[in-house]
Every structure is written in C-alpha cells, then in structure tokens.
C-alpha cells in the first residue's frame, strides 16, 4: 500500500512559479511510474506530467498544454515526486493530485493510488 501527500500549492500571480511536492510511504515508491493530475472546477481530472519507474531509462511525458513550463522529477531515496511549474497561467488553476502506478500512463485508469490533492491557484 502506498500512501501519498501533496503538497506546496497556494495563489502565485501569472508568471510566477510554484513547485509540489508528493511524498509516499512505503518501501517500494521507486517500482511505481508517478503522475501529477489536475481538476479545474467543473471538469475532469486532466493528466499533467508522468514519470516512470527507476530504470535503466527514464521515460517522462508532459500535457501539450504544460510543456516547456512544467518539470516533473523524482527522488526515490526520499520517496518525493515533483512538480516544477514556471510561467504559470490563470487557466492552470486547479486542484492537483499526484497518483501512483505499476506503469506509466496519461490514462487515469491505472493509477491506482492517488494524494488528497492541493490547491494550485494562478492569478491574472
């Protein structure tokens, strides 16, 4: 079982930045492919940035909408996936969560464990 929590959100102005942090328990967060999801209010949950497992070769995939804005990263000593975003913008603006999976996907369905979530609000 993996637990997850988020956190580093808050109201930044357009332009400016904010990086998340998601910490796991567990001994085996490097095994798990991690992905940072966001929902506006209203909408699904839209997938932002993934990472796979620890590897000999690391794959990462990033939303068209995010990328050259947002870096994912992760430190599997210290079990902490996270989210760099610069230039952030108004419609970035969402509730973000980070989510654990056996592999890594832009698909919600096969993450299998997921963070409470934290704020991210950008304004104009």
């Known amino acids: 079982q993996v637990q997850l929590v988020e956190s580093g959100g808050g109201l930044v102005q357009a332009g400016g930045s904010l990086r998340l942090s998601c910490a796991a328990s567990?001994?085996?967060?490097?095994?798990?492919?991690m992905a940072w999801f966001r929902q506006a209010p209203g909408k699904e949950d839209d997938f932002v940035a993934g990472?796979?497992?620890?590897?000999?070769?690391?794959?990462?995939y990033y939303a068209d909408s995010v990328k050259g804005r947002f870096t994912i990263s992760r430190d599997n000593a210290n079990s902490t996936v996270y989210l760099q975003m610069n230039r952030l913008k108004p419609e970035d603006t969402a509730v973000y969560r980070c989510a654990a999976a056996p592999a890594l996907s832009r698909l919600r369905a096969p993450y299998n464990h997921w963070g409470q979530g934290t704020q991210v609000t950008v304004s104009s």
């Open positions: 567990g001994r085996t967060f490097s095994t798990y492919a």
């Open positions: 990472i796979s497992s620890s590897g000999r070769t690391t794959y990462i």
